[in-house]
């Protein structure tokens, strides 16, 4: 068989967590399935399935005490892996839900992580990604950006890829904006969530006032008035949670927002972690695939809501053909249902 592009490939790490309950805090779930590479490697991967599955790219660093069975469920997804086992433990964190909602939550590493960067890029299939994926620091796109060109360029790889962009969360500050409005240039799509957009401009989110949607749209017109991605063409995705999305660019008279695939109370959604990063998993293939910035963050939304079914991980399961469905469904089948109910 031929060897597929790959289309998908992300910076992010797989991290294993200790969860801890509010309600029985001496009782944790361990070593709990997460990290941004986990999530939107599998945002990714949903639409990607049987054969295409190796279309999904992933470079990550794991541990010498990195569970056998864990690893195996990582293989099972049938993406392009390509594991780098590392002498010190494994990335580790401590998520704690604050109440018994499983809304307000903290998290902390309790082990070194391990970051994958440029290099570990070499020589491998992922490299030549169509899209890339950074949960990463200002300074961190500064160094990664241009080091990954230029290793691209060795290689004789032309084809410029979209580099997707979520900030990570402790640099989103006043302090920081100006360089952050530097460093969106180097990126194609630039994805905060609302909380985070707000804390660039000095400004708290009061979770029980209504939410304005002006007051974002205007934060993010900020960031497109001095220039996301190559010319200013690039695009400003804000991740509101349970209040959708909005897709916003230079060429819009105004922006889009779309709803989320639950809407809010659905007893379905059981935890949000790692929904905003499946979401951008799960654009990036949609904007391969349409090559529009709103058709992919339908994927995306589509992508979030399997995250959203249980704690940790979305499961995979084949029925007798062979065919695939995550949690129980059909992933085109609910984009479908997805379009057909918002683009009424």
């Not at 069975?69 to 998520?95: C, D, F, Q, Y």
Request: include cysteine; charge should be negative.
């Amino acid at each position: 068989m031929a060897t597929q592009d790959i289309l998908f490939a992300t910076f992010g790490m797989v991290i294993l967590d200790t969860i801890y309950f509010r309600d029985d805090w001496n009782n944790p779930i361990c070593d709990s399935l997460g990290g941004s590479g986990t999530y939107s490697t599998l945002g990714a991967r949903l639409f990607r399935g049987g054969e295409t599955s190796t279309s999904i790219g992933w470079v990550t660093r794991l541990g010498s005490d990195f569970p056998d069975s864990i690893l195996e469920r990582l293989k099972s997804w049938g993406t392009t892996l390509h594991v780098i086992r590392e002498r010190p433990a494994t990335t580790r964190g401590h998520l704690r839900y604050l109440d018994t909602t499983l809304g307000p939550k903290t998290f902390q590493h309790s082990q070194m992580p391990l970051w994958t960067l440029p290099q570990h890029f070499s020589g491998t299939q992922q490299l030549s990604s169509k899209t890339f994926h950074f949960l990463a620091r200002h300074g961190d796109i500064f160094r990664d950006v241009p080091k990954l060109l230029a290793m691209r360029e060795a290689e004789g790889i032309t084809d410029p890829p979209q580099f997707i962009w979520e900030p990570f969360p402790a640099t989103c500050k006043p302090q920081f904006l100006k360089d952050y409005l530097k460093a969106v240039k180097l990126v194609d799509v630039f994805s905060p969530n609302h909380m985070e957009l707000c804390n660039f401009f000095g400004v708290e989110v009061n979770v029980e006032e209504e939410f304005d949607r002006g007051l974002y749209e205007g934060f993010a017109k900020k960031f497109l008035d001095k220039g996301i991605g190559k010319n200013g063409e690039g695009c400003l995705v804000l991740r509101a949670g349970e209040h959708g999305c909005m897709v916003y660019t230079r060429e819009m008279e105004q922006p889009q927002w779309l709803p989320t695939y639950y809407e809010i109370g659905d007893e379905k959604v059981v935890d949000t972690t790692g929904a905003g990063n499946s979401f951008l998993g799960g654009f990036a293939i949609g904007l391969v695939e349409t090559g529009d910035v709103i058709e992919a963050a339908k994927y995306g939304s589509v992508a979030a809501s399997f995250m959203i079914e249980q704690m940790g991980a979305a499961n995979i399961t084949w029925d007798e053909d062979g065919v695939e469905a995550w949690n129980g469904d059909d992933v085109r089948g609910r984009l479908a249902a997805y379009k057909s109910r918002i683009d009424q």
